[in-house]
């Protein structure tokens, strides 16, 4: 699976971004996928998650209430839509797609639950 990542950009304080994943292949529909971001100097952190069918989403303290991630298994595709941006979501997100499975949210909220990784896309919010 490849992954590609795009709709990052400069945006002020309370604006709003929306993030695409477009992926390769014919399986899309069968893959946990993730948004996670890293910023300067700290390490990587999860964002957010979406089961194969969309039907559970997994959300960062954070984040939550501020983003959304949704999914088209059609277009093959997965979305972060970002509202409400804070200088501290300041970093590069990248999605990432997975097919590991256990009890509980360890491996949709985790780099563990991940095998595949895109580029990544900056995210700079300026104050």
């Known amino acids: 699976v490849q992954l590609q990542a795009s709709g990052g950009g400069l945006v002020q304080v309370g604006g709003s971004l929306r993030l695409s994943c477009v992926a390769s292949?014919?399986?899309?529909?069968?893959?946990?996928m993730g948004w996670f971001r890293q910023a300067p100097g700290k390490e990587r952190e999860f964002v957010a998650s979406i089961s194969a069918n969309g039907g559970t989403t997994y959300y960062a303290d954070s984040i939550k209430g501020r983003f959304a991630i949704s999914r088209d298994n059609v277009k093959n595709t997965v979305y972060l839509q970002m509202n409400s941006l804070k200088p501290e979501d300041t970093a590069v997100y990248s999605c990432a797609a997975g097919r590991k499975y256990g009890s509980g949210s360890y491996y949709y909220t985790t780099s563990n639950g991940y095998d595949y990784w895109g580029q990544g896309t900056q995210v700079t919010v300026s104050s």
């Open positions: 292949g014919r399986t899309f529909s069968t893959y946990i």
